[in-house]
C-alpha cells in the first residue's frame, strides 16, 4: 500500500466496563474541568462547560494544556457574540434617524460589534475542528482519510 501509514493517536480501543477505553464521557468532563482557567466570567465559564467537553472528548482530543488560553479567548468570543445576539434580538438591527435628507435607516454599531466578534470566534474555532470544513481536514490529516471515497465524484 502506498502512502503514509496510518497512526494510531486517534484509536480507542474497545474494552469492558472499568478499562482503559471506558467512561469516555466522564474522562472528557474531567479533563474539562481540569483544564479550565480560573478568572473566567460567569458568561465564559457557562460557554466553556458548553464547548470543552466535546473537544476534550477522548476519541476527539484537541484540547491541550498549552491552548487553554487560546480556547478561553475562543469561548469570550462567543459569550461576547452570544450577548450581543440577544440584544439585537430586543433593539433590532436598525434604528431610524431624520434629517434634511428625510428618513434614514441605519444599522446599530452593535451590528457591527456582533460580526468582529463572529469573525473571532470562527477564526478561533477552525483552529480547534469546531466547523464542518477544519474537521474534515483535521480528521483527514490525522488518518487515511477518505479511502473508499470515488475518485471522480
Known amino acids: 500500500m502506498k502512502g503514509r501509514k496510518p497512526g494510531t493517536d486517534n484509536v480507542v ?3 469492558e466496563e472499568g ?8 474522562r472528557a468532563e474531567q479533563k474539562a474541568k481540569e483544564l479550565k482557567p480560573r478568572g473566567l466570567s460567569k458568561e ?6 458548553r464547548l470543552a467537553v ?12 498549552h491552548m487553554v488560553a487560546t480556547f478561553a479567548l475562543m469561548c469570550e468570543a462567543l459569550a461576547r457574540y452570544e450577548a450581543i445576539a440577544a440584544e ?4 433590532g438591527e436598525t434604528y431610524t434617524t431624520e ?3 428625510g428618513v434614514q435607516y441605519k444599522s446599530r454599531p452593535e451590528v457591527a460589534q456582533r460580526n468582529e466578534a463572529f ?9 480547534f475542528g469546531l466547523t464542518p470544513a477544519s474537521e474534515r481536514g483535521i480528521s483527514t490529516a490525522a488518518g487515511q482519510g477518505q479511502l473508499f ?4 465524484a
Open 44 to 49: 465564559v465559564a457557562k460557554v466553556w462547560d
Open 88 to 91: 439585537l434580538v430586543v433593539l
Open 99 to 101: 434629517g434634511r435628507n
Open 54 to 65: 466535546p473537544v476534550c472528548h477522548p476519541t476527539v482530543d484537541r484540547l491541550r494544556p
Open 19 to 26: 478499562q482503559y477505553g471506558a467512561n469516555l464521557d466522564e
Open 13 to 15: 480501543p474497545l474494552t
Open 149 to 152: 471515497d470515488p475518485d471522480f
Open 119 to 127: 469573525r473571532q470566534f470562527l477564526t478561533l474555532a477552525r483552529d
